[in-house]
């Protein structure tokens, strides 16, 4: 049996060969067969080039039709995928091509110059270009070769790729990520989430992280979808194309945005089947509002780069506001204390996890490896939470924005959640400041609504006084009109830290 994601993913095609695969924003249309024809080409330009099966491809370039067809292409033809953000600068690429000793790059034509100079420093013996409208040297190459290729046979724990972490404490890790692990979780959330016949995704993500590169694409693939492809996100845009759609895949800011939308209401959603929201905590009362407006429950889940989907709210049942759910079939979470002893329902501590999508290990970096792993096989995914008796589990914060204020342990997201539900406040963000006396003390980042009456420091801390022990109140409170995110709408906290801790406390 061919272990290979697309040839598990090619079981789910739809019988007739014309159906669309991409639609994109000017109305072109890829079918199934076209797809085939396109990543077939892709493969054969790949192995042509001298590549053999496990040399990895580093990728930078913007999103389109042509970039998600030389993915499929790659993996096709045993080949380890390597996504570069296009925002990365030549020092980050850089890296990437020397850590993963990648032998192919692939750049936008405009950084072509750049690109020829990093590879000349690397392993990289050939270099690509690939433009948003399909132009560029290995779309070119490709129009040349055949339109059918056999698809590699790779076992299970084959390399399928190399994602790398965001590297906010450190270099970038590269988590390696096999043929199983990216199979196991397509299937268990092609299920999971009731993908049915008709079933149109609407793909507003970046295809350089897992949750647009994957999540999305593979579901597709597997239920014979169509993908509406679009370049990124834009809420009025998305609010036309609801009506064609039936699943949404998100994060936080996205659903914020198409709160902002007059238009979103019942009528607008009445196609839609399915809202996900994932990659950072959906505040309450975006949560709240958009079940108001729509009568739709986002369903938020919980993953990341090591692991794809591991928790999700479920699709029947309650799709508890706060939580990320229960654990996905064949995966294992556990909330355990510093000892490593699991703990009792609704106490806070260490998430870790264990599944068959979960990476084998960190590129080159055997010691992190052993670090990061537990001796029986659970994942200190560096996450703090708790679990219910019911099994929901919720995400507190992670492990390195936890505060410590002397010998005190202060979780940002218990604080956080009530702020958030002052009058005035849309969002806040928590962390530590250094105290010469108690190491750290806690400061607020508040982002507070255009309109309507503004709360001061005062009203922020005297609110939390009521329910806080005094070491968890805000020795300071900032006031910003948005809070900083990364491309997946994560608030980074480390710019945070590092703009305000200048001021000292």
């Known amino acids: 049996m061919n272990e290979n994601i697309y040839a598990i993913l090619a ?27 396109e990543t077939a080409r892709y493969a054969h330009v790949l192995i042509t080039s001298g590549l053999t099966q496990g040399d990895r491809v580093a990728v930078q370039v913007d999103k389109s039709a042509a970039a998600i067809f030389l993915y499929l292409g790659c993996v096709r033809a045993g080949l380890a995928y390597v996504p570069i953000n296009p925002e990365c600068q030549s020092e980050d690429v850089d890296y990437f091509l020397n850590d993963a000793d990648a032998a192919v790059l692939v ?5 072509l110059e750049k690109a020829r100079q990093l590879a000349w420093h690397s392993a990289a013996s050939t270099v690509f270009t690939l433009g948003m409208d399909g132009e560029g040297s290995l779309a070119e190459a490709a129009r040349a070769q055949p339109t059918t290729f056999t698809t590699a046979r790779c076992a299970a724990d084959a390399l399928a790729a190399i994602m790398y972490t965001s590297g906010t404490t450190g270099r970038p890790k590269g988590a390696m990520l096999t043929h199983r692990n990216l199979s196991s979780n397509a299937l268990v959330l092609h299920a999971y989430w009731g993908f049915v016949v008709g079933d149109v995704i609407l793909h507003m993500l970046p295809i350089y992280h897992t949750h647009g590169l994957f999540v999305a694409t593979h579901c597709a693939m597997l239920n014979g979808s169509p993908l509406l492809l679009e370049p990124r996100f834009d809420a009025q845009r998305a609010l036309q194309l609801l009506a064609q759609a039936t699943v949404l895949m998100g994060v936080p800011p996205h659903y914020a945005a198409l709160l902002n939308e007059p238009g979103l209401n019942l009528e607008a959603c009445a196609h839609m089947r399915l809202f996900i929201s994932g990659s950072a905590p959906l505040l ?24 794809g989907m591991l928790v999700s709210n479920p699709l029947e049942g309650e799709r508890r506001c706060g939580t990320v759910g229960f654990p996905l079939p064949g995966v294992q979470a556990r909330v355990i204390d510093k000892q490593g002893r699991t703990l009792a329902p609704n106490q806070i501590g260490h998430i870790q996890i264990k599944g068959p999508n979960l990476f084998s290990c960190y590129w080159r970096m055997p010691q992190k490896t052993r670090d990061e792993f537990t001796p029986d096989g659970f994942f200190k995914t560096g996450d703090v939470g708790r679990m219910d008796a019911q099994g929901y589990l919720t995400i507190v914060g992670r492990f390195k924005d936890v505060i410590q204020v002397g010998e005190q342990e202060v979780y940002p997201k218990e604080i956080e959640t009530a702020i958030d539900l002052l009058p005035g406040v849309v969002e806040s963000a928590v962390i530590g400041l250094p105290d010469r006396i108690t190491g750290a003390n806690v400061a607020a980042v508040v982002a507070r609504k255009g309109t309507g009456p503004h709360p001061t420091a005062g009203d922020i801390t005297s609110a939390l006084k009521t329910a806080f022990a005094d070491f968890k109140i805000p020795k300071a409170v900032y006031f910003v009109d948005q809070l900083p995110r990364n491309g997946m709408g994560k608030v980074q906290k480390n710019l945070l ?8 406390l």
């Open 11 to 37: 079981r789910g095609f739809p019988q007739n060969p014309d159906a669309p695969f991409l639609i994109l924003p000017d109305g072109k249309r890829y079918s199934y067969q076209e797809m085939e024809q």
């Open 107 to 111: 750049c936008r034509p405009d950084f």
């Open 284 to 307: 309450a009362s975006t949560f709240q509002e958009f079940r108001h407006r729509t009568g739709h429950a986002i369903l938020e889940r919980y993953g990341m780069t090591e692991g």
């Open 497 to 504: 830290r590092e703009h305000y801790r200048l001021g000292g």
